[in-house]
């Protein structure tokens, strides 16, 4: 499980063959350990000096950006969240729902903001002032449009301690959903009358 809050930015060292080397400066980080990469939950299979190796499944391949990544790419990172530590962002699984693609990037004040694009399945489990995960990145939705689009407000802390700040129109970014959203729309198929859509916002959760 992960927060959202982005510890640092790695450098990819080498990208390909259902392989990740990244540049990081974890001193801590062991074999076998969950890291959230553009947020995308890997393991570390092997530990480098000043870095590690993960494994790329076809299924992660499919449903995120990695497949794009080349050598001297920056990269979000984030290691799994610690029992007692405090919770800053929202609840990230790390499980990337697909991706999303920028249409429009634009100064609002001190602040970016960020117009993206995405599938209807998942547009219709956004909201208004939901949370989100954008490359890893917790964000609050700022506004829906009809036309599958949301936008996020980016701050300039955001913008200058991940890869949010250098992103351009055209490019890709993993969205993995609330998961409190998920599970309003699988207790809505089952005919629940518990968790719903309707509750959720009602509460303000969503």
Do not use: W
């Not at 570390?44 to 497949?67: C, H, Q, W, Y």
């Not at 995960?133 to 009809?146: C, E, W």
């Not at 936008?151 to 802390?157: A, G, N």
């Not at 859509?197 to 303000?204: C, I, N, S, Y």
Request: net charge positive.
């Amino acid at each position: 499980m992960f927060t959202g809050i982005i510890e640092e930015t790695g450098i990819v060292s080498f990208a390909g063959k259902g392989k990740l080397c990244v540049n990081a400066g974890f001193q801590d980080l062991k074999k076998g350990e969950s890291i959230c990469v553009n947020g995308a939950c890997l393991t570390a299979t092997e530990i480098l000096t000043g870095g590690f190796t993960a494994d790329i499944s076809p299924v992660t391949r499919e449903k995120t950006n990695l497949a794009q990544l080349k050598r001297g790419d920056k990269v979000n990172l984030e290691r799994s969240l610690k029992a007692g530590e405090r919770l800053g962002g929202h609840m990230v699984t790390g499980h990337i729902d697909g991706k999303g693609t920028i249409k429009k990037i634009k100064k609002q004040g001190n602040s970016i903001l960020m117009d993206i694009s995405c599938p209807q399945d998942m547009f219709n489990l956004i909201a208004n002032r939901g949370s989100i995960a954008l490359d890893g990145v917790s964000l609050t939705v700022a506004d829906v449009v009809p036309a599958r689009v949301f936008s996020v407000s980016i701050i300039p802390h955001t913008a200058s301690h991940t890869t949010l700040g250098i992103k351009k129109h055209g490019d890709t970014v993993n969205i993995e959903l609330d998961i409190l959203a998920r599970y309003a729309q699988k207790s809505e198929r089952k005919g629940g009358g518990g968790i719903t859509m309707e509750l959720l916002k009602e509460k303000g959760f969503l």
